[in-house]
């Protein structure tokens, strides 16, 4: 069973890898976050996907090993947007002083609670509503976490 999941960890993080380059090529961060929010969002099996991953994190909680192999999968994918954010123009302009890190800790935080969204929401939304959910959220989430164009412009 943990062979299994570790490699399944392995893809994942590969997966990781792949959806940070194209979110580093997107013109701005917002549009970045957008690519990181909306990647998995609009598969067949959502929802089976998204129980697994809460009974992935369940059984983390029981297995010290299994729980390693998690944490791994995180970091990665934390340590990605750090770098995204700190790289990008856009982090000079936070709306309340916030670390690149303490930033990706919020954008995770979001992401795991829209995947529990996903869990307890009856399946009955298409992809598209999927995706343009998660694009609403990305959305509210900057700007919250960035200042405003007006803003910057008169600084």
Known sequence: KEAVISAMADRHKKEISEVLQR???APTLLESLEILFTAHCCEEETGVVS???V???AEASRNPRLADLVRDVLQTAMAGVTELISKAPEAQN???GLSPMEMAELIFAVARGMLML???RPQDMTATERR???LQVTRRLWS???KP????AYA
């Open 149 to 152: 164009e007006a803003e910057l």
């Open 51 to 53: 129980a697994f991953v």
């Open 132 to 134: 343009e959910r998660q």
């Open 23 to 25: 979110a580093k090529q």
């Open 55 to 57: 009974d992935l994190y």
């Open 144 to 146: 919250l976490l960035f």
């Open 118 to 120: 996903d869990v307890l």
């Open 94 to 96: 936070t709306s309340r």
